[in-house]
């Protein structure tokens, strides 16, 4: 019975200790081989391995006494995979919290006014706070994870400042700016000048992606989107260089020649009427609206003065000798 009651005192007093060694721990700050120091918790572990990860990571604490710290307040189960940050005075009951609330670090991904889909991917791809579950995919898989109905996705994701938990999927920051594109096309489409010959927001986004990539300034995008119309309704080709650029893809070195002009392909607005079949690049919020609500203008020409602005003209001769005067070379209708 002694024997029974020394046990007993031993254990009592043991488990005192450790909940006093364990509260100790809990409150006292970690220490940190950098400041601010991040760490990854990756997607399925348990709390055994994301303690061990930070403390390979560089906090300086036990990985046991973490996970038993854990185990004790019932939160061991509870952690959120991701990339966080802490700093210098945290403690380890404030980085268990942290942990399962999911308090993880922001990245941030900037998709710019004229970009390709591809360079897109590509930017994704160099990014190393994305998960890159996209890699080895076809840009048709692509659309169908993210839910998307068309079949192309050039045009299709909005220019915008994305910020998202580091280790978020690529599938995800894609989601979001292909939805918050069609949210973008259907206020502006919503906002229409009723006379416009677009008959889907389709054929005004892949306009506004040809306005996009031949301004150079702001204050032009009006009077390019404009000029595009005249043509359009009046049935001229819209003979634009980055359409007939697009349509050359890897076989464009940098430099236009003129059988570049004469090349029909889809895309080469020289040698077809209309539209384009798809977007040519990703166009901005102005760009759109300046397709969707275009001013009244009796010009059909505009060429470069190169310092980024344009000279409108209503007629060929008068393009002509603009063309004369702010290029070296004779340049074709812009």
């Given amino acids: 019975m002694r024997l029974l009651k020394l046990l007993l005192s031993i254990a009592l007093l043991a488990g005192f200790s450790l909940i006093v060694v364990m509260f100790v721990f809990a409150i006292r700050p970690l220490e940190l081989r950098a400041t601010p120091l991040e760490f990854n918790i990756p997607f399925g572990v348990g709390l055994r391995a994301a303690s061990k990860a930070m403390a390979q990571s560089g906090i300086d604490f036990s990985p046991w006494q973490f996970s038993l710290l854990g185990r004790m307040l019932g939160k061991d189960s509870n952690i959120k995979a991701g990339s966080y940050e802490i700093d210098v005075g945290v403690t380890p009951l404030q980085l268990l919290d942290k942990l399962t609330l999911g308090d993880v670090s922001e990245g941030e991904i900037v998709i710019i006014e004229g970009k390709r889909f591809s360079q897109l991917r590509a930017a994704l791809d160099a990014y190393p706070f994305v998960r890159h579950d996209t890699t080895g995919l076809s840009n048709g898989q692509i659309l169908g994870l993210i839910g998307a109905a068309e079949v192309y996705p050039e045009g299709l994701f909005a220019p915008d400042t994305y910020l998202f938990s580091k280790n ?167």
Avoid at 196 to 205: I, M, N
Avoid at 267 to 272: A, F, G, H, Q
């Fill in 168 to 334: 978020s999927s690529d599938v995800d920051i894609l989601r979001r700016a292909y939805h918050a594109m069609q949210q973008r096309l259907i206020q502006e489409w919503e906002k229409r000048d009723i006379k416009l010959p677009y008959s889907q927001p389709y054929e005004a986004l892949i306009m506004a992606s040809i306005v996009e990539k031949e301004t150079g300034i702001a204050a032009d995008r009006p009077q390019v989107a404009a000029v595009f119309l005249n043509r359009l309704r009046s049935g001229m080709p819209l003979q634009t260089d980055p359409t007939v650029i697009y349509g050359l893809g890897e076989q464009f070195d940098g430099n236009l020649r003129k059988r570049d002009l004469q090349a029909d392909t889809p895309y080469n607005s020289y040698t077809r009427l209309g539209l384009p079949p798809t977007p040519i690049a990703m166009p901005g919020v102005a760009s759109l609206q300046a397709v969707l609500n275009p001013p009244t203008t009796d010009k059909y020409y505009f060429v470069a003065r190169g310092d980024g602005s344009s000279e409108f003209s209503r007629t060929l001769e008068e393009h002509n000798r603009a063309v004369a005067r702010y290029q070296k070379h004779t340049g074709e209708p812009g």
